[in-house]
């Protein structure tokens, strides 16, 4: 079993910045791309920002130059920092890591999500 603990979202003004962290630990053989993801109410889940098991980094237009994923391969952690945060940045942000299980099996593991609320 492989479980996702999230942590840091909050309720900050338009502006400020949060940073989110999520810790892997469990059966890990190995873990390869870290992504952040975010839904808003009444709309669908969608890709923020993910990073590669050697650093490459992708992020969506909506949060290029605000928003900084990095992640830290000893301690299974992926963060984002998010900086000039904006009211349509309010969401719950999910992490999904795709880990290599210690019985070498792949799967997708999500957290379990973690508030975001900018205000105006």
């Known amino acids: 079993q492989v479980q996702l603990v999230e942590s840091g979202g909050g309720l900050v003004q338009a502006g400020g910045s949060l940073r989110l962290s999520c810790a892997a630990s469990g059966s890990i053989f190995s873990i390869g791309a870290m992504d952040w993801h975010r839904q808003a109410p009444g709309n669908e889940r969608e890709l923020v920002a993910t990073?590669?098991?050697?650093?490459?980094?992708y992020y969506a237009d909506s949060v290029k130059g605000r928003f900084t994923i990095s992640r830290d391969n000893a301690k299974n952690t992926v963060v984002l920092q998010m900086n000039s945060l904006k009211p349509e940045d309010t969401a719950v942000y999910y992490c999904r890591v795709l880990v290599t299980t210690t019985t070498r099996r792949n799967y997708p593991y999500w957290g379990q999500g973690t508030q975001v609320t900018v205000s105006s």
């Open positions: 990073i590669g098991s050697y650093g490459s980094t």
